[in-house]
């Protein structure tokens, strides 16, 4: 039987960990938890004209976080603080509406597509989304 919320892929997003650490050097971070489980995200991002050059997270949380946390640590260089938070949006709307995933670099979200049908979950999923906005909006280091 196929678990559609722990799909493989996903299971191996989480494994890979890209991203996972602390940078030595970081021009911000920013914190999010989860109280209804624990779950805690730190984000280390250095920025340059803008956009995110570096990024790096510590993930304390279940796998769903731990993957999300991998796909920014993988696919966010490059990335300005207006697509992060675009990136938040898109994937809110597919998973409370069944909106179509983000588009390229971060169609990976796609693999969370299961989490659609569990609430409680959504959290999970945009808690790395919300340590990397609140590193965005300025908490300097």
């Known amino acids: 039987m196929s678990d559609p919320l722990y799909k493989r892929s996903l299971l191996r997003l ?15 971070h920013g914190e999010a938890h989860n ?36 796909i920014l640590g993988r696919d966010a260089i490059g990335a300005s603080s207006a697509d992060v938070v675009a990136l938040r949006a898109q994937l809110l709307n597919m998973l409370s509406d069944r909106a179509p995933p983000p588009s390229h670099p971060f169609g990976a979200y796609g693999e969370f597509a299961g989490a659609a049908d569990i609430p409680g979950r959504h959290r999970c999923v945009l808690l790395p989304l919300d340590a990397l906005i609140a590193a965005l909006s300025g908490s300097k280091t």
């Open 35 to 70: 109280p209804a489980c624990g779950d805690r995200v730190r984000v280390d991002v250095m920025l340059a004209d803008g956009r995110i050059t570096a990024l790096a997270h510590e993930t304390r949380a279940c796998v769903l976080a731990q993957a999300s946390a991998a």
């Open 14 to 28: 989480a494994a890979d960990a890209h991203g996972a650490g602390r940078l030595a050097e970081a021009d911000h």
